[in-house]
Nanobody, 122 residues
Framework: QVQLVESGGGLVQPGGSLRLSCVYS????????MGWYRQAPGKQRELVAT???????NYASSVKGRFTISRENAKNTVYLQMNSLKPENTAVYYC????????????????WGQGTQVTVSS
């Protein structure tokens, strides 16, 4: 079982910054990818940023240059630094971990945190 706990959301003015944190725990051999997704009201969940265990990073085009994903292995934590926030970034942000299935390592299993609300408004 894998647990993910996000923190760091809140209300911020346009142009402001927030840093989201996600602490993960549980029993797994390795991690395929870790990342952040978001879901705005009335919209589907979408990718924000992901990072493979080897360090390859992928960003949604709308956040490139403003958001940065990073991790601290010693603390089992992944971060999302969000700068120059815009009202359209308002959403619930979810942390995601994809790990190999124990009996079928080529199959990845997704785990999700409970989500943290980010509201960008003046």
């Amino acid at each position: 079982q894998v647990q993910l706990v996000e923190s760091g959301g809140g209300l911020v003015q346009p142009g402001g910054s927030l840093r989201l944190s996600c602490v993960y725990s549980g029993s797994f051999l390795t991690i395929n990818t870790m990342g952040w997704y978001r879901q705005a009201p009335g919209k589907q969940r979408e990718l924000v940023a992901t990072m493979t265990w080897g360090g390859s990073i992928n960003y949604a085009s709308s956040v490139k240059g403003r958001f940065t994903i990073s991790r601290e292995n010693a603390k089992n934590t992944v971060y999302l630094q969000m700068n120059s926030l815009k009202p359209e970034n308002t959403a619930v942000y979810y942390c995601n971990l994809n790990v190999p299935a124990r009996l079928m390592p080529r199959v990845g299993i997704d785990y999700w945190g409970q989500g943290t609300q980010v509201t960008v408004s003046s």
